[in-house]
């Protein structure tokens, strides 16, 4: 079943197979929370089935084998571990898989997710795969974003991007799925991706992040009390929270330069003009800077102290002189 926001884009491929002219490879550049693998998988499926063309028929034994996730036709490439890269022996794998006969006798799909993860030894790897595609194998790949891939894996594909719905849409469909009202500020933090604003809410991250907000701005007023309870609901979260103190962030700074629309935090703007009113904007701006680079740091490399990063990121707030 597809998502609302989903339909556009798959009326225009449902054309494309009924024409015959469906690209040997799909790039589908939408963010983690849209459901984008769903729609990838329904075009999976729809490739596969015997009996459909524009639609699977969900009756076929090829219909049914993907249902249960045993088909032998369908290849998925994906990180190992969340936030790791996409390896060349696995693209290796994936170009064999390219050129294998079907073993139902029908197409052969190839979905890499996260294709944006790939490194530039793994993306070099697949361009041939694409550049000379065997037939009777579809690629798909996902992407959150065109930043991340080869120029040349982008120009061998056909590009498609899943429009996220407007805050409002987002806001309500959430809404529905929980039969419960939820702030505004919540669908901003998620870039308007409603299974992301949905799973954000159902894990609780909005109460944790609510009591994390709380305690950051306490911390920031002088004389600077709490930065080991910072420090720890930090680490607790993961270095994703270095992300969302950075937007709590750069709302101060709109604030400090008297922009008071389209602030992420629209709920806690008391929060953010506390802050803004007390921090320099050339403090902001020093204290942005190190948490996107510890937030990389933390990313890319496992094993860290995280909570002792936190509480030397933390510390710079106290050792500039505030406005």
């Known amino acids: 079943m597809l998502y609302p ?4 884009v798959w009326q225009n491929w449902q054309q494309l197979l009924e024409q015959g002219r469906l690209h040997h490879a799909i790039l589908l550049v939408a963010p983690q929370g849209s459901g984008r693998d769903v729609l990838a998988k329904q075009l999976a499926q729809t490739v596969l089935c015997q009996n459909g063309v524009t639609e699977p028929c969900g009756m076929c034994h090829s219909c049914r084998l993907f ?4 088909h032998p036709d369908f290849h998925l490439l994906a990180p190992v571990q969340e936030g790791k890269s996409i390896g ?9 898989w390219a050129v294998e006969t079907s073993q139902l006798g029908a197409e052969r799909i190839i979905l890499i ?5 790939m490194g530039e030894a793994a993306a070099n790897a697949l361009l041939k795969t694409l550049e000379e595609p065997p037939s009777g194998c579809q690629f798909i790949l996902l992407a959150a974003s065109l930043d991340n891939l080869l120029p040349t894996i982008n120009s061998r594909c056909n590009k498609w991007r899943l429009p996220m719905p407007d805050e409002a849409s987002t806001q309500k469909w959430v809404e529905k799925q929980l039969m419960q009202s939820i702030k505004r500020e919540t669908v901003r933090l998620n870039g308007r991706a409603p299974l992301a604003t949905l799973q954000f809410i159902e894990q609780g991250q909005d109460i944790r992040y609510g009591h994390l907000l709380t305690a950051f701005a306490a911390f920031l007023q002088p ?3 709490g930065l080991y309870d910072v420090a720890a609901q930090c680490a607790a979260e993961g270095h994703q929270s ?3 103190l950075s937007y709590f962030m750069v709302d101060c700074m709109k604030v400090q330069q008297g922009v008071t629309q389209h602030l ?6 008391p929060l953010v003009q506390q802050a803004a009113a007390t921090i320099s904007p050339m403090l902001l701006i020093s204290q942005i800077k190190k948490a996107n680079a510890l937030y990389q740091q933390l990313d890319q490399h496992s094993g860290l102290n995280t909570e002792l990063l936190m509480v030397d990121w933390l510390t710079g707030f106290m050792v500039a002189p505030t406005a």
Request: glycine fraction near 6%; include cysteine.
């Open 223 to 225: 004389p600077f009390i």
């Open 67 to 70: 249902a249960a996730g045993t």
């Open 264 to 269: 992420i935090h629209c709920e806690s703007l």
């Open 242 to 244: 270095l992300k969302w």
């Open 5 to 8: 926001w989903q339909e556009g």
């Open 88 to 96: 060349v022996d696995a693209v290796r794998q994936c170009n064999r």
């Open 113 to 117: 997710d996260q294709a944006d993860a």
